[in-house]
Every structure is written in structure tokens, then in C-alpha cells.
């Protein structure tokens, strides 16, 4: 048996997508319920350049043959899909299922700014944007778009902000690397925060009468020169709006 046939049959049967390693871990338990065939156990440690290669050939089969499905990889697992010209007959069998609200222009943007600039912290999407995304963050956070992914190497650690596998699905990639080109949005230069002072590697930032201690300094005094020196007030940033707009492309 051919292992794309085979791949046919357990993708045609499964219940949800699978993931390359999940193909895998069928194969290595195939054999306990084939004794004695050769092919089962050929394939118990077959290798995941293997499966994608077979996949490969195994979607552009179907793609060949002009049938209302077809097999794809998104976020990294496989599964047939219909064609979406076959929609309405479809949503008349199963019933229309309700979809979140589309996102907004300013959500769009900002999902953009992290995806392609990611990990990200939300002082350095504002340089980008120009405005507040405090809303617009919530949503993409409550939509499970994005999610924290640790804090930066800079004064004050903020957090920063990495896509998720849903954003993926969302949009039908298979993973970052098959975002369309955006070279303009790449080369634009954000000013990273300077990093964290300390007394010594691996300690925490020091109170600054420490640092001027341990870095010989003298202790700043005077008026003009106190620890906690007045900074004016930005201007108030526009905010975002939430207004729906179509969907994204």
C-alpha cells in the first residue's frame, strides 16, 4: 500500500485536523492491530519528511482532479475541506453556524503589526501606529488572536505579544512564514526601550542610590536633577475606533 493511500484513509476518517506528529504516533501503534503486516510496520518510525511529502503529493492529487474538496494544512495539521463554492448547500445541511464579529479596521492593523513584528511589546505598536491600542488589544486578546509571551529586556520588563495558533486558522496559513510580504512594515525602525541597569549580571534593577553607589556616581541633587524628574505630559492619542469593517483578506 501506498503511503499517501494511507494517509487518504486516516485524514478521510479523522474527526479534527492532525498534526504531522500525531500521524506519527498512529503509525508507531499501528502494528498492534496489524500482526503480521509488513507495511504497519515498515511505517512505525517512518519520518516527517516522509509524511510531508506524501501529503504534498497527496493534495495536489486532489487538486488535479477537480473534486469539491481538497486537502490543506493549516497551523500545521492536515484536513479535507470543501471547496467554498459548495457553501450553501453545506450551510442547508448542517445549519448555519453564527460567526464572531468581523474585526475592525484599528484591530486588523494592530493584529498586522504583531504578526509580522512578533514578539512585540505595546509601547512598540503604538510607535508603529501612532495612536492608543489599549481597546484594541483587549479584543485581540479576548478573541484569542494573540497572547503574552513572556516580558522584554528592558526598564519596566513590559510584556510582550506573539500570535496564536486561532490566528492562524483564522486567516487559513500554516504557519508566520506564509504571511504575504510586507517589506514596508518590516523596515520601519522602532526604538527599543534601553536595557535594564544593574549592580551587578543577573540582578535585579537596583534601587538608583545603589547604581550611583556601585557605579561611583555621585548622588544627583537639586531640584532639576531629582529621581523622579517632572516629564510633560504627551498629547492625548487618538482612539481607536471599533467600528466593523469587512472582512480580511
Not at 176 to 191: K, M, T, W, Y
Not at 205 to 225: H, V
Request: charged share 25%; hydrophobic share 45%; glycine share 4%.
Amino acid at each position: 500500500m501506498e503511503l499517501k493511500f494511507i494517509l487518504e484513509a486516516i485524514l478521510f476518517s479523522a474527526q479534527k485536523p492532525l498534526s504531522l506528529k500525531e500521524i506519527r504516533d498512529l503509525f508507531a501503534a499501528a502494528p498492534e492491530y496489524a500482526e503480521g503486516d509488513e507495511t504497519a510496520r515498515a511505517l512505525k518510525k517512518v519520518r516527517e519528511e516522509e509524511l510531508t511529502a506524501a501529503l504534498a503529493q497527496l493534495a495536489r492529487d486532489h487538486e488535479e482532479a477537480k473534486r469539491s474538496y481538497r486537502l490543506v494544512c493549516v497551523a500545521g495539521s492536515w484536513q479535507f475541506v470543501t471547496e467554498p463554492l459548495y457553501a450553501p448547500w453545506l450551510k442547508a445541511l448542517v445549519g448555519h453556524k453564527v460567526r464572531p464579529p468581523r474585526l475592525s479596521q484599528p484591530a486588523l492593523e494592530t493584529l498586522a503589526i504583531i504578526a509580522y513584528r512578533q514578539p512585540i511589546t505595546r509601547a512598540e505598536i503604538e510607535q508603529v501606529r501612532g495612536v492608543s491600542v489599549d481597546g484594541v488589544m483587549q479584543t485581540l486578546l479576548e478573541r484569542g488572536l494573540v497572547e503574552q509571551a513572556g516580558r522584554a529586556e528592558a526598564a519596566g520588563r513590559p510584556m510582550t505579544y506573539v500570535t496564536t495558533t486561532l490566528f492562524l486558522e483564522y486567516f487559513g496559513l500554516r504557519s508566520v512564514e506564509d504571511l504575504p510580504a510586507a517589506d514596508e512594515l518590516r523596515r520601519i525602525v522602532i526604538q527599543k526601550p534601553e536595557s535594564l541597569a544593574t549592580v551587578d549580571p543577573g540582578l535585579a534593577t537596583a534601587p538608583p542610590e545603589q547604581l550611583a553607589l556601585a557605579t561611583d556616581e555621585p548622588k544627583p541633587t537639586g531640584l532639576a536633577q531629582s529621581a523622579e524628574p517632572a516629564v510633560a505630559s504627551p498629547p492625548p492619542a487618538a482612539a481607536d475606533s471599533e467600528a466593523t469593517v469587512g472582512s480580511p483578506a
